[in-house]
Every structure is written in C-alpha cells, then in structure tokens.
C-alpha cells in the first residue's frame, strides 16, 4: 500500500518528468528533420539543370554568295546530372523600310569544309555535357548573303537551350573579319 501512496503523491511530479523528456525529444527530432530538409533541397538543386556560356570570340567569313559566322564559346554544365543542348543564332537587321527583322539561324558544323587554313575545333550539331563539365570550341552559323545585302545588322544574339527547355543567351554586336 505504501508504494502506491508514494506513486500517487509523487504521480504529478513523474508526469511533469515524462512530459519534458518527450518535447525534448520531439524537438531533437524537429531539429534532425530540418537539417535532413536542407541536405535533401541542396541535393535536390544540385540535380537541375544548371549551365552558363561565355563568349570568347567572334569571326565572320564571306565565302562566295554565303556568309559564315563563327563564335568561340565556352559551355558549363553546373548541373551533377549530364545534359545536352542545342545553339542557334539569332540575327537582327534592319531591311530597307528600315523594320526590325530577326533570323534565326542553326549551327551546322558541316559548314566548316568551306574554311581553309584555319583550324578551328567545332561543336557537333547538339553538345553533349556530362556532369560538372566545361568545354570550349567553335559554333559555325551561316547564311546566303542576298539576304542582309544593302541592310544593317544590328546585333547577334547566341542562344543555347538544353533538354529541359532552360535557355542562356549572349549578344554580340561587332564580328571580326576573318582573313
């Protein structure tokens, strides 16, 4: 009988004792949890797709009635997954009404035959990036001249968009001639 008198005066005082060490508990748990949660995010945000590009240099060529334009660029891929992705140009001129016209041109890599005594390395069609990579080549862009003759072009605007539809863009507004 005296055990159970002593249970049940000191019975506040356990309930008290049993009630602490849980929210203790609880929030050792809580704590674990948000530490977990930001791991899990930057985990998370290192898998998107990340990339940037840096434009190097830039050459233009006239080759009988075509005009190549060449950028030196350099692609990173921030991403820890692998991505590919796809460059085109974007040419803005100015035609005889003087409107605004933009033409958007594809890197072909194929146009490199007409260049001789230079010895440019050049992108494929699509650049492949595995993960935390970065490579610098050359874009090959060109165009029938008829199509800017007599009008000014105004700026040249590199884009490059990846699988997932992200997309980075550059604008240059000279070009060297090269020679």
Same mark, same amino acid.
């Given at each position: 009988m005296e055990v159970m008198k002593v249970i049940k005066d000191y019975a506040p005082i356990i309930t008290i004792? +049993? %009630? #602490?060490?849980? $929210? #203790? !508990?609880?929030?050792l748990n809580a704590r674990i949890s948000k530490k977990s @949660? =930001?791991? *899990?995010? &930057? &985990?998370f945000k290192n898998k998107l797709s990340k990339f940037d590009f840096y #434009? !190097?240099?830039?050459?233009?060529i %006239? +080759?009988?009635n075509e005009r190549l334009l060449l950028f030196h660029i350099t692609v990173t891929n921030k991403s820890e997954t692998k991505n590919s992705f796809?460059?085109? #140009? +974007? $040419?803005?001129? @100015? *035609?005889?009404? *003087? @409107?605004?016209?933009?033409? =958007?041109l594809q890197h072909n890599p194929n146009l490199s035959e007409k260049i001789v *005594?230079?010895?440019f390395t050049y992108y494929s =069609?699509? !650049?492949f990036l595995s993960d935390k990579e970065s490579i610098s080549k050359w874009l090959i862009f060109g165009y029938n001249i008829e199509i800017t003759k007599g009008k000014r072009i105004d700026n040249y605007t590199l884009n490059l968009r990846d699988v997932n539809n992200n997309q980075v863009e550059v604008s240059s507004f000279l070009m060297k001639e090269l020679i």
């Open positions: 004792s +049993i %009630s #602490l060490l849980a $929210l #203790l !508990i609880s929030g @949660y =930001r791991v *899990n995010k &930057q &985990q #434009l !190097i240099d830039s050459h233009c %006239s +080759i009988e796809t460059p085109s #140009l +974007i $040419l803005e001129y @100015y *035609n005889s009404e *003087n @409107y605004s016209m933009k033409m =958007r *005594n230079h010895s =069609r699509d !650049i």
